[in-house]
């Protein structure tokens, strides 16, 4: 189970750091991302982590988004900054199983298997 955190309303300009949590074991050995779909938009790859670390991100999202993960703490965040009025979305975390190796990272939703609820991001201009 994934359980996303940290959503809010937000004025342009400020920061934000989503948090997802993982219930049960082996969250180590997951690929995990961050989706979002904002209002009447199609669904957008924000940023996904390796088992390892690497990231990789979204064409229209490098630079204001940093994803990280703790696995000590089966965590995933999403540190956002200089918020922009067209980023108001839902903001996913998922995780996908591989047995790729370690380094291997993916921003294709359809790889991944398992979704969190959501949170919801609002940033008022």
């Known amino acids: 189970q994934l359980v996303e955190s940290g959503g809010g309303l937000v004025q342009a300009g400020g920061s934000l750091r989503l948090s997802c949590t993982a219930s049960?074991?082996?969250?180590?050995?997951?690929?995990m991302g961050w989706f979002r779909q904002g209002p009447g938009k199609e669904r957008e790859s924000v940023a996904g982590i390796s088992r390892s670390g690497n990231t990789l991100y979204g064409d229209s999202m490098k630079g204001r988004f940093t994803i990280s993960r703790d696995n000590a703490k089966n965590s995933l965040y999403l540190q956002i900054t200089n918020l922009k009025p067209e980023d108001t979305a839902v903001y996913y975390c998922?995780?996908?199983?591989?047995?790729?190796?370690?380094?291997?990272?993916?921003?294709?939703?359809?790889?991944?298997?398992?979704w969190g609820q959501g949170t919801q991001v609002t940033v008022s201009s």
């Open positions: 998922a995780a996908r199983s591989t047995a790729a190796s370690s380094s291997h990272v993916s921003i294709d939703p359809r790889t991944y298997e398992y």
């Open positions: 049960g074991r082996a969250f180590e050995r997951y690929v």
